[in-house]
């Protein structure tokens, strides 16, 4: 019996964010398509070789994406709205981008053969991870056809390059469950579609490809009568239509999917035994002995070290019995490239990790020691035995003061004095604001500037006196220009903040930090996820110096702005030594103290974002209800003990609330903004069917498009949202921060979405 490794994905940003840096160059019209292709291709090069010296015996190929997988089959298969002015020819990469960022006038890329003014394809988070994927858009009569070569390159590029790789395909069942449709169920076209894939897979078996590892996540969720249809229907078609399938669910566990998937006709099947260890028994029972098993055994969505003595224990009698595939759970997309980077890391947290090159020697030690016995990775083993010592005995782990004030906690804690009416009239009593109020989500540009001035500021070129004068300087200017365009709600701008978890995780015990964790987002977007090791309280005060200075500048109420506790929870890598909730409880802890620090200095709102809460939602129904109890106990804890008068906001984005919205109301915050203008106030129907009571503030600004929306366009929005919503109820915003725009971009949309406010009375004052 033979035990290889495999990785199913490997992050594509490169060891030192070089992706980024190519899409940014050239999106900005510094450099050419040539000049981004090349960097990508030395990327791919790159990946397989270090891959391939780590000891993966089976390496991936269309595992990298300029910006998104999903997007990219959308491409492979001409998936394209209608509202490209596609030719129907090959999507090209102008295309492509346009589809994912919106185009508008664009004079470095003009001419490439789409509408020059158009709005990007909807975006949403990827699974209950913080990965955003474009949303297929399918319409009725929807024609499928081979529309993009990027899959079969890249399997001929690694040919030439002497691996055998295989190519990474999102399901065709998964995908038209991630899809929406217009005037059509999307599994409706399941028939069509396996046309298309039955063409992929014999156009790979003819370049050579042995295996595909096909990619089915949906098989991890709730499925219906339909969706197991859809399932049996398409590999039933598509098991012979090719290459040998290694069919790969991850997220979860297979639950009682596992029939069906057992009952499939491919080569081999994927067990996400991270997230779901208690499958492998029953998949041993159920699973044909010729399907080749593929073991997520180590952590793809995190960064502990795995215990390589343990695993070695649990697989090595099965080993002896059945040829596998020892892999990571799931892509190793969600982790950092390489923990040897991390130079200024405190040694002792350092030796409790693993990123995705160490994930990657861990799979090879452990293949290496069921092969040939446990001594043959000896030092792994001792290493790996070591560190789990140190990680589960470290007094830097538990505080006992953190545990005695959670134990502490009664239910008055997560309770508002005064319902939502009663502390609506005492707010507008406070806050006399028109209506159809504005205000920005909370962050401003992080310019080229600001990151240099930080970065300088870190290095000790400039001291904490010349940093704090430069960022004042920064936030008076903001401040005076958000009252010279007419903002009722005014912001600070964050230019302090380096990440809207990073900076308060900086300032709570418990945390560690990279210096270059990145991983990525979505496009170009990365984000240096904090690492919650240790119980976690606050030291002191975070934000109030700097609301304090900001208010001093104006009369207008500016927002005191911090990040919630389920989104700091669900954006860290959390320690996986006791339940999510008690580190959840401990944050929300954290930030009541500065909540309520706030309030003393005199903010008369305080922002408590909370984008995460959503994406942290189980997979299975079942499990909502668990979850959704705590983290809303969790933000409420954070948020309650404020005054009547004390206005507390709240903000999600880029998820899917239709189906949670007792949870968001259970909430309670006084104000709710939402992510609205890609999906042109689709949400708004969901809120108004569930009769929300408070406040909402629907976004009328896509920030993650360079796009400037018209004026008229954002006051249709509005005039949408009013179909749904009563005036009093609606405030106006964008979809999200505005940190990653430039202010050429910010300035001319936030002028225009005042103006569609203003618009919005003028007429509401005609109307009356």
């Known amino acids: 019996m033979t035990v290889s490794v495999a990785t199913l994905g490997f992050p594509r940003i490169g060891l030192r964010r070089e992706l980024k840096v190519a899409l940014e160059s050239y999106w900005s019209g510094k450099s050419t398509l040539a000049d981004l292709h090349a960097a990508a291709a030395g990327l791919r090069v790159a990946h397989w070789a270090r891959q391939k010296a780590l000891g993966a015996d089976i390496l991936p190929s269309n595992d990298f994406s300029l910006y998104d997988h999903v997007l990219d089959t959308s491409a492979l298969i001409g998936a394209v709205p209608a509202r490209y002015d596609w030719d129907g020819e090959t999507v090209d990469t102008d295309l492509y981008f346009a589809m994912a960022r919106g185009a508008q006038d664009d004079p470095a890329h003009a001419g490439c053969g789409h509408a020059a003014d158009t709005t990007a394809q909807e975006m949403t988070k990827w699974f209950d991870t913080n990965y955003h994927f474009l949303v297929p858009e399918l319409t009725a009569g929807q024609i499928f056809r081979i529309a993009s070569t ?130 492998l028994a029953p998949a041993l029972d159920k699973v044909r002995p010729h399907v080749l098993l593929s073991l997520g055994i180590v952590d793809g969505r995190n960064i502990w070290r795995a215990n390589l003595p343990d695993l070695y224990w649990r697989l090595k009698e099965l080993a002896a019995t059945r040829d596998l595939i020892l892999a990571p759970s799931c892509s190793l997309l969600h982790v950092p490239v390489d923990l040897a ?46 560190a789990a010592v140190a990680r589960a005995t ?39 604001l ?125 927002k005191g702005m911090l ?22 409880r401990q944050i929300a802890l954290a930030i009541r103290d500065e909540v309520l620090d706030l309030e003393a200095a005199g903010a008369a709102i305080v922002q408590i974002d909370e984008a995460a809460l959503r994406e942290g939602l189980p997979l299975r129904r079942d499990e909502w209800p668990h979850y959704l109890g705590w983290a809303v106990e969790c933000f409420r804890i954070a948020a309650s003990d404020v005054r009547d008068d004390t206005q507390i906001h709240t903000h999600m984005c880029y998820s899917e609330f239709n189906d949670i919205l007792p949870a968001i109301g259970a909430m309670d915050a006084d104000v709710i903004s939402i992510e609205t203008a ?83 009375r003028i007429r509401e004052a005609y109307d009356a």
């Open 150 to 279: 990027k899959i079969f390159d890249e399997y001929d590029e690694a040919k030439a390059l002497g691996y055998q790789t295989r190519p990474v395909l999102l399901g065709p069942v998964s995908y038209l469950m991630l899809a929406k449709g217009k005037a059509v169920e999307p599994l409706a076209l399941l028939p069509a579609l396996l046309d298309t894939y039955a063409e992929i897979l014999a156009r790979l078996a003819k370049q050579g490809a042995d295996w595909v590892q096909i990619d089915e996540p949906c098989l991890v969720l709730d499925l219906d009568d339909a969706q197991r249809a859809a399932f049996e229907r398409a590999y039933a078609r598509l098991a012979t239509a090719g290459p040998r399938l290694m069919l790969t669910p991850y997220f979860g566990g297979l639950g009682d999917n596992l029939d069906l998937a057992a009952e499939l006709p491919v080569h081999g099947l994927h067990l996400d035994l991270v997230r779901a260890p208690e499958q």
């Open 678 to 760: 890609r999906s042109q106030m689709e949400l708004l129907g969901a809120f108004a069917s569930y009769a929300y009571p408070n406040e909402i503030g629907p976004g009328v600004y896509d920030i993650h498009s360079p796009r400037i929306p018209a004026e008229r366009e954002m006051t249709d929005l509005l005039t949408l949202a009013g179909r749904h919503l009563p005036p009093d109820q609606i405030w106006v915003n964008p979809d999200c921060g505005l940190k990653t725009r430039k202010w050429d971009e910010v300035r001319p949309a936030l002028v225009s979405m005042v103006a569609a406010a203003q618009r919005m």
């Open 341 to 386: 980077l991390e130079t200024a890391l405190d040694p002792e947290i350092a030796q409790w990790l693993a990123f995705a090159t160490q994930k990657i020697e861990e799979l090879a030690a452990l293949a290496k020691a069921l092969n040939e016995g446990e001594d043959a990775a000896f030092a792994a083993f001792s290493a790996s035995r070591m």
């Open 434 to 558: 028109p209506r159809y109020p504005t205000t920005t989500i909370g962050s401003f540009p992080q310019t080229a500037e600001v990151r240099k001035a930080r970065a300088a500021h870190i290095r000790g070129e400039i001291d904490d006196a010349a940093y704090d004068r430069y960022l004042k300087v920064e936030t008076r200017a903001a401040i005076k220009w958000q009252e010279e365009i007419g903002l009722d709600v005014l912001v600070h701008g964050e230019f302090e903040r380096n990440d809207m978890v990073q900076y308060f995780g900086e300032r709570l015990a418990g945390f560690a930090f990279t210096c270059s964790g990145w991983v990525q987002s979505y496009g170009s977007r990365c984000v240096r996820p904090p690492i919650l090791y240790g119980d976690v309280s606050r030291p002191r005060p975070m934000t109030v110096d700097w609301w304090r200075y900001a208010q001093d500048q104006t009369d207008r109420p500016v």
């Open 563 to 584: 990040t919630g506790p389920v989104t700091i929870l669900n954006w860290s890598f959390v320690r996986d030594d006791q339940p999510r909730e008690a580190s959840c």
């Open 394 to 432: 470290s007094p830097r782990i538990h505080d006992p003061a953190v545990a005695a004030r959670l134990a502490a906690l009664d239910a008055d804690a997560a309770r508002r004095a005064a319902p939502f009416a009663a502390r609506r009239e005492a707010q507008r009593r406070r806050l006399p």
